[in-house]
């Protein structure tokens, strides 16, 4: 990072900041006190930074699969329903399949995973067939995938809870099994280590490696950075753009099934269960530049804002106003480091289309 980067950077996040203070006093709240309230939440003791763990787990793998696909040249920005898909496959799998011991809870994460892919490859479907762009078609696909959702749990053949004669019966689904959930590890201290988080940063790893030293990750760089000269050394453009898209679903449908499997949720298939997950995923990637090991700090920042958040709204400050806090530091972390390579090429270059 040049000088003026890290300086600019600076000057966004303390002007962000700044602006996030004058907010909360414009609507009547002390920012000392909701700074507190964010801090006892996410990061105060144990339990709270149990959950900001919990949170930064999901939010992790829909990044590490962000960067994959953007390293490609594919900009996927459908996580939010691949996350869904892989809500709805881990949970099918969980309820309708009678597997033994841990046997059930690899079923359940592999399903989520290939939900996940599935959904993202129908997108890549769509534009090798009928031509359709692939930002608009991971979009749409995401209501789709919400409309899927909201009516499985509402239909008794499927998933819906059973509750007594003429009770009103809620739109979700039973509880998944003991033997489909997420374990913890004990205590260290009083921070539960939850096996999702362990996943997580396994895949960190292996997706940093695989894009810095293999020969598909050289493949997937090439494409992005040149698919001219990617086809011209014989690289299937197709293929490894169709590729990348299909891991980036799988991630997020990974990320479903820790969202379903794990303590952060209610064991239940729910509509809205994702909780922008797939968004926040999305922008992570963003701040971190689709850069593995940085995804990381900042899925853990998104974490903290997560957790903090929910106490936040606890003791009477608006949600929303985490939201835009949110929205401040994302665009503090992403304007200068594009202002300044702008500055540095004053020569615009043309785009490049890149054949999914």
Same mark, same amino acid.
């Given at each position: 990072?040049?000088?003026?980067?890290? &300086?600019?950077?600076?000057?966004?996040? &303390?002007?962000?900041?700044?602006?996030?203070?004058?907010?909360?006093?414009?609507? /009547?709240?002390?920012?000392?006190?909701?700074?507190?309230?964010?801090?006892?939440?996410?990061?105060?003791?144990?339990?709270?930074?149990?959950?900001?763990?919990?949170?930064?787990?999901?939010?992790?793998?829909?990044?590490?699969?962000?960067? +994959?696909?953007?390293? =490609? /040249?594919?900009?996927?920005? /459908?996580?939010?329903?691949?996350?869904?898909?892989?809500?709805?496959?881990?949970?099918?799998?969980?309820?309708? $399949?009678?597997?033994?011991?841990?046997?059930?809870?690899?079923?359940?994460?592999?399903?989520?995973? =290939?939900?996940?892919? *599935?959904?993202?490859?129908?997108? #890549?479907?769509?534009? !090798?067939? !009928? /031509?359709?762009?692939?930002?608009?078609?991971?979009?749409?696909? +995401?209501?789709?995938?919400?409309?899927?959702?909201?009516?499985?749990?509402?239909? =008794?053949? *499927?998933?819906?809870?059973?509750?007594?004669?003429?009770?009103?019966?809620?739109?979700?689904?039973?509880?998944?099994?003991?033997?489909?959930?997420?374990? #913890?590890?004990?205590?260290?201290?009083?921070?539960? +280590?939850?096996?999702?988080?362990?996943?997580?940063?396994?895949?960190?790893?292996?997706?940093?490696?695989?894009?810095? @030293?293999? !020969?598909?990750?050289?493949?997937?760089?090439?494409?992005?950075?040149?698919?001219?000269? %990617?086809?011209?050394?014989?690289? @299937?453009?197709?293929?490894?753009?169709?590729?990348?898209?299909?891991? #980036?679903?799988?991630?997020?449908?990974?990320?479903? =099934?820790?969202?379903?499997?794990?303590?952060?949720?209610?064991?239940?298939?729910?509509?809205?269960?994702?909780?922008?997950?797939?968004?926040?995923?999305?922008?992570? %990637? $963003?701040?971190? @530049?689709?850069?593995?090991?940085?995804?990381?700090? +900042?899925?853990?920042? *998104?974490?903290?804002?997560? &957790?903090?958040g929910g106490f936040l709204s606890a003791t009477g400050v608006p949600f929303y106003l985490v939201d835009v806090v949110k929205s401040l530091l994302v665009l503090a972390l992403v304007?200068?480091?594009?202002?300044?390579? @702008?500055?540095?090429?004053?020569?615009?270059?043309?785009?490049?289309?890149?054949?999914?």
């Open positions: 990072m040049s000088r003026l980067t890290l &300086a600019g950077t600076c000057f966004s996040l &303390a002007a962000a900041l700044v602006l996030s203070g004058l907010l909360i006093v414009l609507t /009547g709240y002390s920012p000392d006190a909701a700074l507190r309230a964010l801090f006892d939440g996410s990061l105060a003791d144990g339990p709270a930074l149990t959950s900001t763990l919990l949170y930064t787990a999901p939010l992790l793998l829909v990044a590490l699969g962000t960067c +994959v696909s953007t390293r =490609a /040249g594919v900009f996927n920005i /459908g996580q939010e329903g691949q996350v869904l898909i892989g809500c709805f496959a881990g949970a099918w799998c969980a309820l309708r $399949l009678a597997l033994p011991g841990v046997l059930l809870l690899v079923v359940v994460l592999l399903a989520a995973a =290939a939900g996940g892919a *599935f959904w993202a490859w129908l997108s #890549s479907l769509m534009y !090798r067939w !009928r /031509g359709v762009n692939i930002v608009v078609s991971t979009l749409l696909m +995401v209501f789709v995938a919400q409309q899927l959702i909201a009516f499985s749990v509402g239909q =008794a053949w *499927f998933l819906q809870q059973s509750k007594g004669d003429k009770a009103v019966v809620a739109p979700q689904s039973n509880q998944l099994p003991l033997n489909a959930r997420l374990p #913890s590890f004990g205590e260290y201290p009083h921070v539960m +280590v939850n096996l999702g988080l362990v996943l997580a940063v396994v895949l960190m790893a292996a997706v940093a490696i695989g894009l810095a @030293r293999t !020969r598909w990750g050289f493949r997937l760089n090439l494409t992005g950075l040149s698919p001219a000269a %990617a086809q011209h050394a014989g690289v @299937r453009i197709g293929l490894v753009t169709s590729l990348a898209l299909v891991v #980036s679903g799988a991630f997020s449908g990974l990320a479903g =099934a820790l969202m379903l499997a794990g303590p952060i949720g209610t064991y239940r298939l729910q509509p809205g269960m994702s909780a922008n997950v797939g968004w926040d995923g999305l922008l992570v %990637a $963003l701040v971190a @530049r689709n850069r593995p090991w940085l995804c990381a700090p +900042v899925a853990l920042l *998104f974490g903290v804002l997560r &957790a903090g304007v200068p480091p594009v202002l300044a390579s @702008r500055l540095a090429l004053p020569v615009r270059r043309s785009p490049v289309a890149v054949e999914v």
